[in-house]
């Protein structure tokens, strides 16, 4: 077994991160490479990270015992449910089980052992498909529900450009850029760069010139749980 590694574990402080800063580490499985965006446990761990498959590469069946979610960033993601191009969104529930690659090669973004239990609804969603609906609350932004739980609210957002956000959330908040970038205290975020926020905290982010598309995950770090533990 892997030693345990804690990447990014202490959820009472927020990250700030530039995704492609971080190098490539080797997997398990030979062409597949991940960038760790946080991470608690070893091999098997509750965890964040940019996932990217080489051309013909996969992982053997495996079941989700903490449940997985993911977007397709760019290329297509393969298993025996079908295939997922760029812009799919995914949500494979706690026991379920599949054989992951990509006969193209493409690069994912992911998270493990972050599920209810209960939560046993699959979804794939075409998020390039998505109606995008104003919010009267937030001038400026555009947005599409994705998932709403009591544990958990994810959503795609378009920020018109210079917009002004204050993402929080009061159990946490998470952002990852989809397109365009944001702003934050000086220094800008672009395309795959991760944000995340500790519950109750909020940060005050401005779109960019051609405004910014991301996916936001919200009141999910009220309670943190890893691969061992009971939810």
């Known amino acids: 077994m892997s030693p345990r590694m804690e990447l990014n574990a202490d959820f009472s402080k927020p990250v700030f991160t530039h995704t492609n800063a971080i190098e490539w580490l080797a997997s398990p499985m030979p062409g597949v490479e991940r960038r760790m965006l946080d991470r608690v446990g070893d091999e098997v761990a509750r965890a964040t990270s940019i996932v990217r498959y080489a051309q013909g590469s996969a992982f053997p069946e495996h079941t989700h015992g903490g449940g997985e979610e993911f977007i397709v960033l760019d290329g297509v993601f393969q298993d025996e449910h079908g295939d997922y191009p760029a812009g ?10 599949h054989v992951p690659g990509s006969e193209t090669g493409c690069t994912i973004f992911v998270k493990l ?24 609350q937030r001038p400026g932004v555009t947005r599409a529900p994705l998932a709403e739980r009591d ?81």
Do not use: M
């Open 113 to 136: 052992w972050q599920f209810d239990p209960q939560d046993q609804e699959p979804l794939a969603i075409d998020l390039n498909a998505l109606n995008l609906q104003a919010d009267p």
């Open 151 to 231: 544990y958990e609210r994810v959503a795609l957002e378009h920020w018109k450009a210079g917009t002004r956000v204050s993402l929080v959330g009061e159990g946490g908040a998470e952002a990852l850029i989809l397109d365009g970038d944001v702003s934050h205290e000086g220094e800008s975020y672009a395309r795959c760069d991760w944000i995340r926020l500790p519950a109750g905290q909020a940060a005050g982010l401005v779109a960019g010139k051609t405004g910014a598309q991301l996916w936001i995950k919200r009141d999910h770090l009220r309670h943190i749980t890893t691969p061992g533990q009971v939810a």
């Open 88 to 97: 799919t969104y995914v949500r494979n529930p706690v026991g379920t089980r």
